[in-house]
């Protein structure tokens, strides 16, 4: 298709153009990846007025660092939600504006320097930086960002705590991991919504420039999508240890949660060439 369809310049490649003026690699992305044109061509034509190019180009930068059919879908996945919700970026001003009562500085959701600096979504790796389907996120939903940012160290200090009490064991991998996953995202499912969240913590999984290894993508994707569900039910004002219960229980009595086994005896890089994906009440 490239990006002439045959009547010249797809229009709104030409309107963005004259916009952002992109550059070379990034009209390649869009010859490289069709489909993104139909779909942001659906997008302009959803958004009038208020479409916004910044975002577009921000987009597919994202795929142009981590070139993958992960990638693509993710930009898929956002688009159409955008699309299908006329999503509008809420307004702030520093009186009143998400992260401000956690001390986090106004207009933080733009502000790369300090979100590289400051925000760390996986505790189990301090020096992983957010990556760039994190910012955009970041910048479009920032109060539902900030749950998300709590809700991870919570979910990892909980899952923490089940090791010690000896509930579960792996912290990495293993059935404290499963447990971290499922109940980080029940949690915000609980605060604002299955779509979002999937949004937010399928970013985390396949945004990485460094990917995990397969099976332990394929494990955490699985158990976010199962935690979201267990916690659609449930609301922003539902204590976090009832949440925690539920997962406990489908984690001990069903054989929806999954984690790998056997391990290596460390926490590290420990998949194994015969690690399998197993049920969690086994």
């Not at 970041?138 to 539902?144: G, H």
């Amino acid at each position: 298709m490239g990006l002439d369809n045959g009547n010249g310049v797809v229009p709104w490649v030409a309107a963005m153009n004259a916009q952002l003026n992109l550059t070379q690699a990034e009209l390649g992305i869009l010859e490289d990846y069709p489909e993104l044109m139909d779909l942001f061509g659906q997008y302009f034509a959803a958004s009038g007025n208020d479409a916004d190019y910044g975002l577009i180009r921000s987009l597919i930068n994202s795929v142009a660092i981590n070139n993958s059919y992960q990638a693509v879908e993710f930009v898929f996945d956002l688009i159409n939600f955008l699309i299908d919700t006329n999503y509008i970026v809420p307004e702030y001003t520093d009186i009143n504006f998400p992260g401000k009562t956690d001390g986090m500085p106004f207009n933080w959701w733009n502000n790369s320097v300090w979100i590289n600096n400051n925000i760390r979504i996986n505790g189990l790796k301090p020096e992983e930086k957010p990556n760039a389907q994190e910012f955009i996120l970041f910048a479009l939903f920032p109060r539902e960002a900030v749950f998300h940012i709590k809700n991870s160290m919570n979910a990892l200090n909980t899952a923490q705590q089940l090791i010690l009490d000896g509930t579960f064991t792996r912290i990495h991998n293993g059935k404290a991991d499963a447990f971290r996953h499922t109940f980080w995202n029940a949690l915000d499912a609980s605060d604002f919504g299955v779509p979002i969240t999937l949004l937010f913590t399928t970013a985390h999984e396949t945004g990485a420039i460094v990917p995990n290894h397969p099976l332990e993508m394929e494990m955490d994707l699985h158990n976010n999508s199962i935690g979201a569900g267990i916690g659609a039910i449930y609301n922003t004002l539902t204590p976090s240890t009832i949440i925690k219960s539920v997962v406990i229980n489908a984690m001990q009595n069903t054989s929806q949660i999954l984690y790998l086994d056997p391990l290596a005896n460390h926490d590290g890089e420990n998949i194994l060439p015969n690690s399998t994906l197993k049920s969690t009440n086994q």
